[in-house]
């Protein structure tokens, strides 16, 4: 709060009106689906919600806010309580979060105050992550990897990705993962070629490529994580670039620091796999954030220029895809530290035969 207060005074703002779950989450400890939030530069906090909320705002914000419970509209709750908030004349909005509608309320019924869009305002203080988040976070990477680790013995050619997914979500929520942060790609032979494919009916076949990319939730704090293994005996070919893939992220991790810019860290993999002829196969980003979303800030992108701060959490995951044929990923959690990269996802690299 304290660092929002410098931000909003920096830019000139008496306030900011926060639409973003994960932002109000982060502000407040709020984990339900419903709120809006007005955060002043002196260090005030609104928080209006409906009456599903009642209990649960009690228990998770306490006398953090001001908690108003809307028995109408959450708009209506808020026009009137931001005047009772001092000195409150040019407010900012998210203006990556409003939609049309909402922002057509502000010129309407929030006419008496000046609004003026921010862009990453909470996001910004979210990539430096504390020592609770850091632990969320490697609770989740401990789900993770014991849910792949149960997953993989049940795994056999004849099965649908599908049912391997079945399998693997069945696991994540054994091991105590709240939710799927995203939909599990599993993805197996030539689909595997594809970096984001539906999870789909297609049949595991021997000799095929096996793609696992998912992840866990804890506390509201993801973990991202994939591994490639084989279905029956690997190909002298699935041997090479699974190698290669391998030892890209092995240098990524170990050479990845606090101060580099992300484009930087972005062409130490990059740079590696293009030495060994397969530039051309890794069309992706090397990573991004991780924290209350999946995918936040900061970029390991060919075009990220932003310097790498101390204390985020990023993914680091190379990969090479040929169309019809196959495709490797290696991805895991790194924590960016004063001292080496410290790797939250304990899980092998080793090309691993299942089924």
């Not at 994960?22 to 339900?32: A, E, K, M, Q, V």
């Not at 003026?116 to 504390?130: I, Y």
């Not at 988040?133 to 609770?139: G, V």
């Not at 993962?177 to 030539?190: H, M, Q, R």
């Amino acid at each position: 709060m304290a660092a929002l207060a410098d931000a909003l005074g920096a830019l000139g703002l008496d306030g900011v009106l926060l639409t973003s779950a994960p932002n109000i989450r982060y502000l407040t400890g709020f984990s339900g689906s419903s709120a809006l939030v007005f955060a002043t530069a002196r260090g005030e906090l609104l928080f209006v919600t409906d009456f599903r909320y009642k209990t649960q705002a009690a228990e998770e914000i306490g006398d953090l806010a001001r908690v108003v419970v809307e028995g109408q509209s959450l708009w209506t709750g808020l026009w009137q309580h931001i005047p009772s908030l001092a000195s409150v004349e040019v407010a900012g909005f998210e203006s990556a979060h409003l939609v049309h509608r909402d922002f057509q309320r502000l010129l309407e019924a929030g006419a008496r105050w000046q609004w003026r869009p921010t862009v990453d305002l909470v996001e910004s203080l979210r990539e430096r992550k504390d020592a609770d988040e850091l632990a969320h976070i490697t609770a989740a990477a401990a789900v993770a990897t014991r849910a792949l680790g149960r997953t993989l013995p049940q795994v056999k050619a004849g099965l649908a990705e599908l049912e391997v997914a079945g399998v693997l979500e069945h696991a994540l929520r054994a091991e105590g993962s709240e939710t799927f942060p995203f939909p599990s790609i599993v993805a197996s032979g030539p689909r595997s070629a594809l970096p984001h494919a539906a999870t789909s009916s297609r049949t595991l076949q021997r000799g095929d490529f096996l793609l696992l990319d998912f992840g866990a939730s804890v506390a509201g704090y993801c973990a991202d994580i994939t591994r490639t293994v084989v279905v029956g005996p690997p190909s002298d070919e699935q041997r090479e670039v699974y190698g290669v893939v391998r030892a890209a992220n092995e240098v990524a991790a170990g050479a990845v620091r606090p101060g580099m810019r992300g484009r930087d860290a972005d062409a130490v993999a990059r740079d590696y796999i293009d030495r060994r002829g397969y530039g051309d196969a890794f069309g992706h980003s090397l990573g991004h954030g991780l924290g209350l979303e999946v995918h936040e800030a900061p970029r390991l992108s060919r075009t990220a220029e932003a310097v790498l701060a101390v204390g985020t959490v990023v993914t680091i995951e190379p990969g090479i895809y040929r169309p019809g044929w196959g495709g490797v990923r290696i991805e895991d959690d790194v924590h960016l530290s004063t001292g080496a990269a410290d790797v939250l996802t304990h899980f092998t690299r080793e090309l691993l035969v299942v089924g």
